[in-house]
């Protein structure tokens, strides 16, 4: 069982500033931006932007915004907008846990989820953030062109560009 220091170790004030700001440029709300652990906590915790977020995304999405602070409301907000983020697309690893944010048990899980989200936000249109996802790209050659390409010796074959010594590296890796 990790405890929540080991947990919050993890936690990147970098990726939860891209993750506010992100949340600023689609809702249009006027919040500090400052991916400090209490900032971030403070300006998501009563889960109203997120809903505001996912309603940004797609409208409709969260039917009833809880205005209300009072735990049970919070949490139902916070709720309707995993919920909200599952039918978006982010996978079940990837969200948190209500009391991951309400309870700042693992601020970490939300910057993971927020991420997440933010990956699948331009297949509704939206600006998206991070790595941009994989898309399926299906190309067709007519037999000509595979005969053609046979002929032809790769560079990569006797490239070793991006090759250290600990293997070969494809783009710029994240550390987490």
């Known amino acids: ?17 891209e993750c506010l700001e ?5 809702t249009g709300e006027n919040i ?5 652990m209490d900032n971030f906590y403070e300006i998501l915790k009563d889960g109203t932007l997120l809903c505001k977020l996912a309603n940004h995304i797609k409208p409709g999405q969260v039917k009833k ?16 907008f995993l919920e909200a983020a599952k039918i978006f697309g982010v996978p079940a690893q990837e969200t948190f846990q209500t009391v991951d944010l309400w309870e700042r048990q ?3 899980s ?3 989820c927020l991420q997440s989200l933010g990956r699948k936000a331009h297949n509704y249109g939206m600006p998206s953030i991070g790595p941009k ?3 399926k790209n299906v190309r067709n050659f007519t037999e000509e062109q595979l005969r053609a390409g046979q002929g032809v010796i790769s560079l990569q074959y006797g ?7 600990s293997g070969i590296n494809f783009g710029n890796t994240r550390h987490m």
């Open 106 to 108: 693992n601020l970490n």
């Open 22 to 26: 992100w949340i600023k440029v689609i």
């Open 133 to 135: 996802e994989a898309e």
């Open 110 to 112: 939300v910057v993971i």
């Open 32 to 36: 500090d931006t400052s991916g400090d």
């Open 159 to 165: 490239s070793n560009k991006g090759a250290t010594q």
């Open 1 to 17: 069982m990790e405890t929540s220091s080991q947990i919050n170790s993890k936690y990147s004030e970098e990726l939860a500033e």
């Open 65 to 80: 915004i809880n205005e209300s602070k009072m735990a049970f409301k919070c949490m139902e907000n916070i709720n309707a």
